[in-house]
Nanobody, 122 residues
Framework: QVQLVESGGGLVQPGGSLRLSCAAS????????MRWYRQPPGKERELVAT???????NYADSVKDRFTISRDNAKNTVYLQMNSLKLEDTAVYYC????????????????WGQGTQVTVSS
């Protein structure tokens, strides 16, 4: 059983910044890829950023050069630094993680957090 808990969401003005955090806890061997998704009001959930276990990252075109994903493996935590926020960034942001539950398991299980609201408004 693994729990993912997001934090750091809130209300911010256009052009402002927020830093989201997602901490994993429970019983597992290791965490492989971690990701941030978001779901704007009335729209489908979309992938925002991915980071591998060794720190390689990629981003959706809409957030490149504004958002930065990072992780602290010692803390089992992934972060999303969001700068130059726009109205269209308003969404519920979710993290997920590909978790290897034991050293002898041959597959990962993808866990999801409950989400944190980010509202960009003037």
């Amino acid at each position: 059983q693994v729990q993912l808990v997001e934090s750091g969401g809130g209300l911010v003005q256009p052009g402002g910044s927020l830093r989201l955090s997602c901490a994993a806890s429970g019983s597992f061997s290791r965490i492989n890829a971690m990701r941030w998704y978001r779901q704007p009001p009335g729209k489908e959930r979309e992938l925002v950023a991915t980071i591998t276990s060794d720190g390689r990252s990629n981003y959706a075109d809409s957030v490149k050069d504004r958002f930065t994903i990072s992780r602290d493996n010692a803390k089992n935590t992934v972060y999303l630094q969001m700068n130059s926020l726009k109205l269209e960034d308003t969404a519920v942001y979710y993290c997920n993680a590909d978790v290897r539950e034991s050293a002898r398991t041959l597959y990962d299980y993808r866990y999801w957090g409950q989400g944190t609201q980010v509202t960009v408004s003037s």
